[in-house]
């Protein structure tokens, strides 16, 4: 995935003086710290820094990041926005600047600002929230939402209605993550800092929280995961006999039930990899 260049001396320069804001809210009392607030937040739309990043061993999340964004909301006046005949009253503006970025986004795509999208995202009628990064190559699909501060890789689909949950507090908490070459099927959900590691498929309708069982059952024993999805594993829903004082049911979990083939072109495996499995995308 996509690691910002920063410039160390500004990124630790402004990280004390977020840290400082955030433990007195009085400091934001000085427009000299509510331009900080906005800077970090602008350096967010740009791409220039991240809510959390890629590192050797996994990933790092900048919680004084997530610190601004939250400090951004108080500093901003509720406003009307017209869009053509659309009306709009918020306190955070549009994305803008299309063109420029080489994002294509169709009618009603809509991205706040200090949402990052980078190169050839194509945003169908859905929805990016502040603080969200997508790699390069993308693809939105018509009614995903993606969450405050998701983390979305290069060359990932998310399929129509699928649901990327958001997160800004406590901001301790991890963001999602998706990382690269992701398929996220039809109406999926995936919420509270869960992270699919690259090439992973999901079938249509898995909903996926830091507390549901991922189970693998391509082998003879089962192999249980919680709160991630592991790389090129193909997931579909699934369900397991719970007992309860009023009798046993059926629990909602996730089944791995295989592996996407590395040998295998990415973009014409996607779906073929849920049907190798007998799996509706």
């Known amino acids: 995935m996509d690691s910002p260049n920063h410039d160390t001396s500004f990124m630790e320069a402004y990280k004390q003086k977020i840290e400082q804001m955030w433990e007195d809210r009085q400091l934001l009392e000085d427009p000299s710290n509510q331009q900080i607030v906005k800077e970090v937040v602008d350096q967010l739309d740009k791409g220039r820094l991240r809510v959390a990043e890629p590192e050797e061993d996994g990933w790092r999340v900048n919680q004084w990041v997530k610190m601004a964004v939250i400090l951004y909301f108080p500093l901003q006046k509720m406003q009307k926005v017209s869009v053509g005949p659309f009306e709009f009253y918020d306190k955070i503006d549009l994305k803008r600047d299309y063109e420029a970025i080489g994002a294509r986004v169709v009618p009603h795509a809509i991205?706040?600002?200090?949402?990052?999208?980078?190169?050839?995202?194509?945003?169908?009628?859905?929805?990016?929230?502040?603080?969200?990064?997508?790699?390069?190559?993308?693809?939105?699909?018509?009614?995903?939402?993606?969450?405050?501060?998701?983390?979305?890789?290069?060359?990932?689909?998310?399929?129509?209605?699928?649901?990327?949950?958001?997160?800004?507090?406590?901001?301790?908490?991890?963001?999602?993550?998706?990382?690269?070459?992701?398929?996220?099927?039809?109406?999926?959900?995936?919420?509270?800092?869960?992270?699919?590691?690259?090439?992973?498929?999901?079938?249509?309708?898995?909903?996926?929280?830091?507390?549901?069982?991922?189970?693998?059952?391509?082998?003879?024993?089962?192999?249980?995961?919680?709160?991630?999805?592991?790389?090129?594993?193909?997931?579909?829903?699934?369900?397991?006999?719970?007992?309860?004082?009023?009798?046993?049911?059926?629990?909602?979990c996730a089944l791995i039930v295989g592996k996407r083939k590395e040998s295998t072109d990415h973009k014409t495996s996607l779906n073929q990899a849920l049907r190798d499995f007998q799996v509706d995308v």
Not at 151 to 168: A, D, P
Not at 203 to 218: M, P, W, Y
């Open 111 to 252: 991205a706040r600002y200090g949402a990052y999208l980078s190169k050839n995202v194509v945003m169908m009628p859905s929805y990016v929230n502040i603080g969200a990064h997508v790699g390069s190559g993308t693809m939105i699909d018509t009614w995903a939402t993606v969450g405050s501060c998701a983390q979305i890789g290069r060359n990932v689909h998310l399929s129509g209605g699928v649901g990327i949950g958001g997160v800004l507090e406590p901001v301790q908490a991890a963001p999602v993550i998706i990382e690269d070459e992701c398929f996220i099927g039809s109406r999926s959900i995936i919420v509270e800092g869960v992270r699919v590691h690259t090439g992973a498929v999901i079938g249509a309708n898995v909903t996926i929280t830091q507390s549901t069982r991922i189970i693998d059952v391509s082998q003879p024993q089962e192999v249980v995961y919680r709160g991630e999805v592991p790389p090129r594993a193909v997931v579909i829903p699934g369900s397991y006999p719970k007992k309860f004082p009023a009798g046993t049911y059926q629990v909602q």
